[in-house]
């Protein structure tokens, strides 16, 4: 079974960038796509971003043009570069591999 695990996640102001990374422990990647989906308090869980095994990118509207997600295979690995960060980008987020892998989840807090 194929582990994910997330990291690069905190507190960050307005404004601000952060940068996730989603390892895992196969080359999944190479495979099938990868990407993030992100839950708010309160909220269902919601796409945020997905890569195809051959590079071809998907976003959310609202993160269009503030998030880019990329990948390595070499490095099992996928990231999320998040920049111009809001409020609302609060959530834990959450790196999917293929139709059934999930990692654990990961806080990412955007205050003042």
């Known amino acids: 079974q194929v582990q994910l695990v997330e990291s690069g996640g905190g507190l960050v102001q307005p404004g601000g960038s952060l940068r996730l990374s989603c390892a895992a422990s196969?080359?999944?990647?190479?495979?099938?796509?990868g990407g993030w989906y992100r839950q708010a308090p309160g909220k269902q869980r919601e796409f945020v971003a997905t890569?195809?095994?051959?590079?071809?990118?998907n976003y959310e509207d609202s993160v269009k043009g503030r998030f880019t997600i990329s990948r390595d295979n070499a490095k099992n690995t996928v990231y999320l570069q998040m920049n111009s960060l809001k409020p609302e980008d609060t959530a834990v987020y959450y790196c999917?591999?293929?139709?059934?892998?999930w990692g654990q989840g990961i806080q990412v807090t955007v205050s003042s």
């Open positions: 196969t080359s999944i990647f190479s495979i099938y796509a």
């Open positions: 999917f591999a293929g139709p059934t892998s």
């Open positions: 890569i195809t095994s051959d590079g071809r990118a």
